[in-house]
């Protein structure tokens, strides 16, 4: 089917223009310049025309950080990949890079069969898989190199979670090792969780067990001590590194300074630390607070207050905007921690709401339009291998495309969100700008406020390496 989408704004990240995008089948087949003969036979020619008069027509959202189904602390996140991947498609956002899960002591390899035979057949979506290293030991250095073979070219490390996830720094600086060898992307937690689990241990012999203590026990020093560490041992290893949702002002300034020296450090951010912070949302009364419990955790009011990380967004010390999409319900999994905030499980969801909440962040005048585009898609899509397949709307690319309203306005809550959870950490936020019309491979998934999609349009995206490297 071809299909015209005309007399919208083409927003990319490096410009916008009025453009109309003729999609042929899956794919792209050309930008065309409004009233051109080009354009006028692509009309007559064209089997549907959607007409995006007021609309920004920009490309669907790249979500480089979700863990649909991740077990953690006995249970697991609620949303599958149908639902998730659903959500993911209502917010704008056409491709997830999901993490594969590797807990210490198991199989790399049977980890990831075992990641594939959940995703495949239910995603709305494209997909795509990190690879989460809970042990570096030999046979998992091994396995590195035939996972970049099979599109898998980027790994996550963990500075936390002792036991469970946990990387020494020789583990860690073997796997980095080995990137810089096979042209690999080590992504990492960055918090000091030796560290924490004792400040952990001694708030609870305290008796503090309530939700806020899960960020107290998480001091921000702790993770910019950690992301400092991780860039000496990628500066030792000559590996570059990426480090996943940055939350505090001092990581931030690490990652700034190793990148005006010159060095491959890059970083992401996500929604939860632009918007939420530990008094108000994690500090809430009774249990309320359990719903913030993440980790990093959300950081103080005045963190949030001094805006550090918009800035980072605009300076590009922070490359990308992703969730950390870990979705629990209050009943029955962050009632797990009633009485502890370590059994708490750790995560918020918010796949479906990243588009706007960045967006918001143009309304605030805190980005240009082209630089959420950048942040949301285009990057996440060079960082992660994926471009020019995703992340740009350019003849030969996936008509991955979204039409955004700027006239229109979301109001995020529990009662009409679609993930599978039972409160909003966003609730009552209202958005100035809606998501209209979703494509994803040239089908309509959302339209007129419904969903046209069907699990297993989304199919495996083998990657390719990192292009954004320095
Ligand atoms: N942080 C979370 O909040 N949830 C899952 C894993 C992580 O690192
Ligand atoms: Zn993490
Ligand atoms: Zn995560």
Known sequence: ?????????????????????????????????PGSTLAVSAESGAERVIDATGKYVVPGGIDCHTHMELPFGGTFASDTFEIGTRAAAWGG???????????????????????????????????????????VDEAALKEMDSLVAEGITSFKLFMAYPGVFYSDDGQILRAMQKAANN????????????????????AAARGQTDPVYHGITRPSRLEGEATNRAIQLALVAGAPVYFVHLSSSEALERVAE???????????????????????HLGAPGFAGAGYVCSPPLRTREHTHHRDLWKGLRTNDLAVVATDHCPFCMKDQKELGRDDFRAIPNGIGGVEHRMDLIYQGVVMGELTLERWVETCSTTPARMFGMYPQKGVIAPGSDA???????????????????MSMDYSAYEGITIDGRVDTVMSKGRILISDDAYHGEKGHGVYLRRGLSTYLQ
């Open 1 to 33: 089917m071809t299909t015209l989408i005309k007399n919208g704004t083409l927003v990319s990240a490096t410009g916008r223009h009025a453009a109309e995008v003729l999609v042929d089948g899956t794919t792209i087949a050309a930008v065309l310049q």
């Open 93 to 135: 956002t056409t491709t997830i890079v999901d993490f594969a899960v590797q807990k210490t002591g198991e199989n790399v390899r049977d980890s990831l069969e075992a990641w594939h035979a959940k995703a495949e057949g239910q995603c709305a979506i494209d997909y795509a898989f990190h690879m989460i290293m809970g042990g």
């Open 400 to 418: 991955d495309i979204v039409l955004y309203d700027p006239d229109a306005t979301t109001e995020i809550s529990v009662d009409t969100h679609h």
């Open 258 to 280: 190793a990148r005006n020296d010159g060095h491959n450090v890059f970083a992401e951010t996500c929604p939860q630390y632009l918007y939420l912070n530990l008094e108000d």
């Open 183 to 202: 042209g690999a992307l080590i992504s990492m937690h960055a918090e000091n969780g030796i560290a924490i689990d004792v400040l952990a241990e001694q």
